[in-house]
C-alpha cells in the first residue's frame, strides 16, 4: 500500500523487488511488524527497546527522519486497519494507534538530533 499511495518511498528500496507480493517486500514488512511488536512489549521503555534500529535508520541507512517516513507508513497502517476490522476499528482504537505510531517515529527521531 505505501508504495502505491506514496510512490516516492521506493527510493529507499532501490534493490528491492517492489511488485505486490515479493519476498522482499513481505519479508521487509515482517520485520517491521517485529519490531512494531516490540515497541508494544517495552512500551515502558522504547528507547531502550527502539535503539538499535533508530541507530540503523540514521547512521547506516540514512533514511529521511522517521517522523516524515513513519507519518507515511502509519497512514498506511490506519487504512489497512479500517478496511480489515471494519466497525471494530473504532475511534478509540484509531486514536491508541496512532499514539502508539506517534510515540515510535519521537524515539527513532532522538538519534537525527
Do not use: W
Amino acid at each position: 500500500r505505501m508504495f502505491i499511495t506514496y510512490p516516492q518511498t521506493k527510493t529507499y528500496f532501490p534493490h528491492f523487488d517492489l511488485h505486490h507480493g515479493s519476498d522482499q517486500i513481505r519479508g521487509h514488512g515482517k520485520k517491521v511488524v517485529t519490531a512494531l511488536g516490540n515497541a508494544v512489549k517495552s512500551l515502558d521503555n522504547l528507547s531502550q527497546a527502539l535503539s538499535e534500529l533508530s541507530s540503523l535508520h540514521a547512521y547506516n541507512l540514512r533514511v529521511d527522519p522517521p517522523s516524515f517516513a513513519l507519518q507515511l507508513l502509519s497512514q498506511c497502517f490506519q487504512v489497512v486497519l479500517a478496511v480489515h476490522l471494519g466497525n471494530d476499528y473504532t475511534p478509540e482504537v484509531h486514536a491508541a494507534f496512532d499514539k502508539f505510531l506517534s510515540a515510535v517515529a519521537a524515539v527513532l527521531a532522538e538519534k537525527y538530533r
